[in-house]
C-alpha cells in the first residue's frame, strides 16, 4: 500500500513539474493558469486511483468532473469551440463516470438512470445554439428521457421486478411526441383522435367477446 502511495504521488509531482517546466520554456502552445491546475491535478490525481485499482470506481466522479472543469478553463483560453458546446461536453463529463460504472460492473444498473439523464441533458446546450424550433428540443428531451428508463429496463430484464420501468419510459415518450407535435399542422389533431381511439379501447373492451380459459 505505502509503495503504491509513493508511485501514485510521485508521478503527480513528475508531471506537475514537466508542464510547469513546459510552459516556462515556451514549449506549450497555450498557457496554463491557476485553474487549469486548481482542477487539472486533482482530475488527474482521482483518475490515477482508479487506473490502479478498477474497484475504485467513486474515483471516476470527481475525477471526470474535474477533467470537465479543466477543459472548460482550458477552451476560455484557446477557443477551440463555442461555449454552448463546451457546456454540453463538460456536462457529458458528469454522465462519463456514471456510464462506465455500469460498463465495468453491470449489476450496477442504476448507475444508467443518472448517465443517461445528465448525457441527455448534455445535448440540450448544443442543440439550443441551433435553428431547431423549442417544441422539438423539448420532445428531444422527453423522448431522451424515456429512453433511459427503456434503457434500465433491458438492461434487466432477468429482473420481473424491475418492470416498473416501461411506465416513465411510455409516459415520458408520449409526452415528448406530444411536444413535438406542438409545433406542427399535426397538434390541432392530436386531442381529438386521442379521444376518440379511447372511446374505441373502451367500446372494444365492453362489447367484443372475451377469450376465456378452461
Request: charged share 10%.
Amino acid at each position: 500500500m505505502k509503495s503504491s502511495a509513493r508511485l501514485f504521488w510521485g508521478l503527480a509531482f513528475i508531471v506537475m513539474g514537466a508542464l510547469f517546466l513546459a510552459e516556462r520554456m515556451g514549449v506549450l502552445p497555450f498557457g496554463l493558469d491557476f485553474g487549469m491546475f486548481l482542477f487539472g491535478v486533482p482530475a488527474a490525481l482521482f483518475l490515477l486511483v482508479f487506473l490502479s485499482d478498477r474497484r475504485q470506481w467513486w474515483a471516476l466522479i470527481p475525477g471526470s468532473v474535474l477533467a470537465g472543469l479543466t477543459f472548460l478553463v482550458f477552451n476560455s483560453q484557446a477557443h477551440w469551440m463555442r461555449d454552448e458546446q463546451a457546456a454540453s461536453l463538460f456536462l457529458f463529463s458528469v454522465a462519463v463516470p456514471f456510464l462506465l460504472t455500469y460498463v465495468f460492473d453491470r449489476r450496477q444498473w442504476w448507475a444508467l438512470i443518472p448517465g443517461g439523464v445528465v448525457t441527455v441533458i448534455a445535448f440540450m446546450p448544443a442543440l439550443a445554439s441551433g435553428n431547431l424550433s423549442g417544441e422539438f428540443i423539448g420532445g428531444l428531451f422527453f423522448l431522451g428521457m424515456a429512453a433511459v428508463f427503456a434503457l434500465v429496463r433491458l438492461a434487466t430484464l432477468n429482473d420481473p421486478r424491475m418492470a416498473w420501468a416501461w411506465w416513465p419510459a411510455a409516459i415520458l415518450g408520449g409526452f415528448g411526441l406530444f411536444i413535438m407535435l406542438m409545433g406542427t399542422v399535426a397538434s390541432q389533431y392530436f386531442w381529438p383522435v386521442m379521444l376518440i381511439g379511447l372511446g374505441l379501447l373502451i367500446l372494444a373492451r365492453g362489447y367484443l367477446p372475451r377469450s376465456h380459459s378452461h
